[in-house]
Nanobody, 122 residues
Framework: QVQLVESGGGLVQAGGSLRLSCAAS????????MAWHRQAPGKQRELVAI???????NYTDSVKGRFTISRDNAKNTLYLQMNSLKPEDTAVYYC????????????????WGQGTQVTVSS
């Protein structure tokens, strides 16, 4: 099977930066689209940023110009560089990926990490 493990969350002051990582491991054949989502207390989970295997990127409007999504395909790792953090960025951040695994290489399924807490103090 596949595991996605996020790291890099923590407590930071407003205006600070954090870099999240999401490492995928297991019987991976290929990874298509990967994305970061977040869920604040009492709110629905929202898509933050998404990157395709070809490098096409999109961000939700509230993070444009502050967050940068990237991936290292050789390491099966997804990143989220978060700058100029605001208290409203406080949430649990989750990564997910559309992944094909051995031996069912013709079919992709969606996998999720367990989440990492990001807290931004004012």
């Amino acid at each position: 099977q596949v595991q996605l493990v996020e790291s890099g969350g923590g407590l930071v002051q407003a205006g600070g930066s954090l870099r999240l990582s999401c490492a995928a491991s297991g019987s991976i054949f290929s990874i298509k689209t990967m994305a970061w989502h977040r869920q604040a207390p009492g709110k629905q989970r929202e898509l933050v940023a998404i990157i395709t295997s070809g490098g096409i990127i999109n961000y939700t409007d509230s993070v444009k110009g502050r967050f940068t999504i990237s991936r290292d395909n050789a390491k099966n790792t997804l990143y989220l560089q978060m700058n100029s953090l605001k208290p409203e960025d406080t949430a649990v951040y989750y990564c997910n990926g559309e992944i094909a695994i051995w031996p069912r290489v013709g079919t992709s399924s969606e996998y999720w990490g367990q989440g990492t807490q990001v807290t931004v103090s004012s």
